[in-house]
């Protein structure tokens, strides 16, 4: 798989080197300072892709290898709404190095956080010359990039994919000065139904974005094969790599191909409900996330949970904090707050719950808005399965001011988790239509990882955290102690087919309730304010015993049941 990814970018510098001129020459645009050059340019004039079958579907996942390159200044773009009965609202960030303009895009063209749609134009023929297949695609800037010159930045300071959560807040989109992005968008719902043969593939700008932002009209004409899975050697290992993408969330997102043994063992091991609505939830991963799949299995391990690369451990402290505990008055503290739920659904439950119940599981998500991260350490009394917490304290120059004690931590062995979670960080309780009563209660203990990235426009936003993943991010059974971090602008979410994570409705009578989502529901940690931390989400329970369902209204503008 990283063997694939690293050809495609050396397949990107030979042809931008070979045509002996920068990215954007010849393009006939106003050389305007703190305006990018943008052209689309193709790595390759030729491609192979696996078609392969999964789970009753079928096809190809269009990965021509096209990108944007840009040129003269960063493309840069500013995405926010003011809530969830606002309409998301897309600006173009344009830096001369001296000063920053802002330019509005049209409102309505950008609906969600997942890129610019409609951007790429697809035509696909067969050797007959018939078009069989014709599609537009998003471009989210910050899918797969890289370098196209060499005095171009060494690093990009731009996040590493297009959120898809939706109650995500604020995003930034960019492409660094001398970079080019890859313009696939992968839709594991919907591959291109090709049969087994030779194509050709003509892939271009819409004229909507050439008249925004001044691309040239080029068109790039691609051979493409389709061959079937398991012909190509390690193409068959990206094909069943990427049926088992993951994403979004604690744990795999996908379901494995058969044709990988690993990943089949493990769906083998798992139960889902006979409704499937306890199935993870289907990827919905940019190309930058989706290229990188490693997972071969549903819950946690290396590639999780972002799935763009292993996250590196976080080192706690040396040693228990010794001295007297204090906080200063004036020291940075993070702001912890709930999302509403979502993929919301009525499930037979997970392994080991009680046979013949019904439950109404969902995926929620607490966040940080800053200004500081959630810094939380662990230490371990040796042969005991809980640890002592603390919170710790930064100062504006990252030096440590204060620490102060936050509760427990503890191992948690099920499947799925097998890590260390900190208590008290989180709490769900399905409330009554009046929401006066509490009628379901479910206290939850979470390992902490930057799983989604809900608003990177808040100040001190992370756009590229560490503890993404899971498998280094929460320890292991014979940890001594642990680090666990929630950076400003990224939010963790537990999904709904994670044990635990749902409400017995099997006795509740029909009608309407509220699952609340409560951060920090103790007070264990300190924070900048504590009147945000609760979250509701309407949900209306009918059907017969057996056959129970769940109708999740709108919340405000976000249809997102």
């Known amino acids: ?74 493309l840069e773009f500013k995405v926010t709404r003011k809530s969830y009965k606002d309409p998301v609202v897309a600006q173009q960030i344009l830096r001369d190095g001296t000063s920053t303009k802002t330019k509005a895009l049209p409102a309505g063209l950008v609906k969600d956080f997942s890129g610019l749609p409609g951007f790429i134009d697809v035509s696909i023929k067969n050797a007959a010359g018939e078009e069989v297949s014709n599609t537009q695609g998003t471009y989210c800037p910050n899918n797969a990039s890289g370098r196209i010159r060499p005095d171009a930045p060494a690093t990009s300071k731009y996040p590493q994919s297009c959120p898809t959560n939706p109650f995500t807040l604020g995003s930034v989109w960019g492409v660094e000065k001398g970079w080019a992005s890859n313009t696939s968008s992968i839709d594991y719902d919907k591959p291109v139904d090709l049969p087994v043969g030779e194509y050709t593939a003509k892939v271009g700008v819409s004229k909507q974005y050439r008249d925004l932002f001044g691309i040239p009209d080029d068109q790039h004409t691609i051979k493409l094969t389709v061959r079937s899975e398991g012909e190509g050697g390690e193409g068959a290992g990206v094909a069943a790599s990427r049926s088992s993408a993951h994403g979004g969330g604690h744990g795999g997102h996908g379901t494995p191909s058969a044709k990988d043994p690993a990943a089949a063992a493990a769906a083998a091991a798992h139960h889902y409900g006979p409704r499937g609505a306890d199935a993870p939830t289907p990827p919905a991963l940019s190309h930058a996330l989706e290229d990188r799949g490693l997972a071969h299995h549903l819950g946690d391990g290396p590639g999780h949970t972002d799935g763009s690369r292993i996250a590196p451990a976080l080192k706690p402290a040396t040693k228990r904090p010794s001295g007297r505990a204090g906080v200063p008055a004036n020291v940075p503290k993070p702001d912890l707050r709930s999302l509403p739920a979502w993929d919301i659904a009525v499930t037979d439950g997970e392994d080991g719950d009680a046979p013949g119940k019904e439950y109404l599981a969902f995926s929620a998500n607490v966040w940080n808005a800053g200004p500081a991260p959630l810094v ?30 936050s509760g427990t931590m503890e191992w948690d062995p099920r499947v799925g988790h097998e890590h260390w979670h900190f208590t008290d960080f989180a709490s769900y309780r399905l409330l009554s239509e009046d929401q006066t009563k509490e009628v379901r209660s479910g206290k939850e203990a979470f390992c902490l990882a930057n799983t989604d990235a809900v608003d990177y426009t808040v100040k001190n936003a992370n756009w590229h955290p560490e503890n993404t993943d899971l498998s280094t991010a929460c320890g292991q059974q014979n940890s001594i102690s642990v680090r666990e971090v929630l950076d400003v602008g990224s939010g963790d979410t537990y999904t709904q087919y994670r044990p635990g994570q749902s409400f017995d409705i099997t006795d509740l009578p029909n009608g309407t309730y509220y699952i609340q989502v409560i951060a920090n529901p103790e007070n264990r940690l300190q924070e900048t304010n504590t009147k945000n931390n ?14 129970r369902t769940v109708t999740v209204p709108p919340h405000d503008l976000i249809n997102a049941p």
């Open 534 to 547: 609760v979250a509701l989400r309407k949900v209306v329970l009918a059907g017969e015993p057996g056959a």
């Open 1 to 74: 798989m990283q063997r694939a990814t690293f050809a495609a970018g050396a397949a990107l510098t030979v042809v931008v080197a070979g045509a002996g001129a920068a990215p954007g020459a010849g393009a006939a645009q106003e050389n305007t300072a703190g305006k990018p050059k943008l052209k689309l340019i193709a790595a390759t004039n030729s491609v192979t892709l696996d078609r392969y079958e999964w789970d009753g579907a079928s096809g190809v996942f269009l990965d021509l290898g096209t990108y944007v390159s840009v040129d003269d200044a960063p």
């Open 376 to 405: 939380v350490d662990g230490f371990r009394a040796p042969g005991k399965d809980l640890m002592d917490s603390y919170q710790y304290f930064y100062d504006a120059a990252g030096k440590q001011v204060g620490y102060t004690p």
